[in-house]
Each structure stands twice: as C-alpha cells, then as structure tokens.
C-alpha cells in the first residue's frame, strides 16, 4: 500500500526552463510534507517542506505547492539549471512517520 | 560539521553471511533512523529510534533483520542470515523531534549491499 506516489519516474527539461515535478498521497492524516534531492552516491537532501495549513511555500527557485482535497503536491523550479539533475522524493509526515515517495529522475539539459 | 556517518561504503558478501551495518548520527540529534532504498519501492524506513529507543520497526522485512542503538552516537543494522533479495542501499538519518516539520531528518551516503 503505497501512501505516497510519484507517478513520473524521469522528466527531462530544457535549461532555464520551469520543472514540475508531482507528488499524491493518499492519508489524509499527513499534516507536513517535505521534498528531498538525491545526487548519486550521496544520501538525500533536505530542500523545501510545507505544513497542511499553508498552500504554498517558496525559497528562491524552489517552490512547493499543496492541494489538500487532491491530495496533491509538486516542487516547482524556475528556471532550472543542469545542479538541479538529480532524483527529487517527496516525503508525507505525521509526528511519528515520514514515508517517502519512489522518487522522481530529473534531467535539466543544457 | 561531522553529518550523519554511515560504514561501509560498499560490502559485498555471499548469501547466508552476516552483515553489519553501521551508524554515527549527528551529534544533539535524538532521532535515528534506518532506510532501505530499492528501485521498485523507494526509500521504506526499516526502523526508527527516538532517545535510543526503538519506536516503530514495523518496516523491518522479517527476523533476520535487528537493529540496535546502544547509545546516542552509534548504532547498527544487523542482517543474519542474509539473501540476495537483501541488496539495497540502506540509508541511516537523524534529527531532532523525529524529522518531523522544520526539523527534517539528515542522511549519511548510504551503504550499498550487495549479496551474492
């Protein structure tokens, strides 16, 4: 029973150009969710997170956006840069649990 | 400042050896964390400790997998006997109040298993 899906295992995008990468969940008990990025040989990073109560959050060209009655997130980045190649997890939480996503490869061609 | 430290790297072993896995996490951080990283299911958390405390291990697979935290800098993933349906990158993270909200977990590099 997977409780969070990224249906998109790769997207490839042009530099400079917006990515959008997509996250559903499916417990409506999750009240925090946090998006990861993953370099190969190196463990996930810590991005950008946003809280239930909010819809958007935003740090520099990363933006996270939240719709609770979808069940429903994405990770905008504009404009995207080839550092930015790299797997991206989003992650749901409760105060006990994080459970993650199978994860998303971005390719930002130059 | 030291991140999360995981060792080994790398471990290759035949099947039916046993396998140590191990962890340092941030100092300060009470929360510990060990995942498992496959292509067809992601990132699955085995098991979480809080205060050195196991709190959920409802993800560890079966018995042959334990894991241990016998103080606030170290701790370790023990596979016995292990199967070549165990290879994986395990991951190991801390945080503080459990990664949850603004205080998100930290990852080491990972220990890529290999069991032939």
């Known amino acids: 029973d997977q409780q969070v899906k990224q249906n998109s295992p790769s997207l490839s995008v042009q530099e400079g150009r917006i990515s959008i990468l997509n996250c559903d969940y499916t417990?409506?008990?999750?009240?925090?969710f946090l998006w990861y990025k993953k370099y190969p040989a190196e463990g996930p990073t810590f991005l950008i997170s946003?809280?239930?109560?909010?819809d958007k959050n935003e740090d520099g060209r990363f933006t996270v956006f939240l719709n609770k009655s979808a069940k429903h997130l994405s990770l905008h980045i504009v404009p995207s840069q080839p550092g930015d190649s790299a797997v991206y997890f989003c992650?749901?939480?409760?105060?006990?649990?994080?459970?993650f996503g199978a994860g998303t490869i971005l390719r930002v061609k130059s | 400042d030291a991140g999360v430290i995981q060792s080994p790297r790398h471990e290759v072993t035949e099947m039916g050896q046993e396998v140590t896995l191990r962890c340092k996490p941030i100092?300060?951080?009470?929360?510990l964390f060990w995942y498992r990283q496959t292509m067809m299911r992601g990132l699955e958390l085995l098991i979480y400790?809080?205060?050195?405390?196991?709190?959920?291990d409802s993800g560890m697979p079966e018995d042959r997998f334990s894991a241990k935290m016998p103080n606030a800098s170290f701790s370790t993933l023990k596979i016995q006997p292990s199967e070549p349906r165990d290879s994986a990158v395990y991951f190991c993270?801390?945080?503080?109040?459990?990664?949850?909200?603004?205080?998100?977990?930290?990852f080491g590099d990972g220990t890529r298993l290999s069991i032939l």
């Open positions: 417990n409506s008990m999750f009240d925090y």
């Open positions: 993270a801390s945080s503080l109040r459990g990664g949850y909200g603004n205080q998100p977990q930290h």
């Open positions: 100092s300060g951080h009470n929360s």
């Open positions: 946003i809280s239930s109560i909010k």
């Open positions: 992650a749901a939480g409760t105060p006990n649990k994080l459970v």
């Open positions: 400790f809080n205060n050195n405390v196991p709190i959920d």
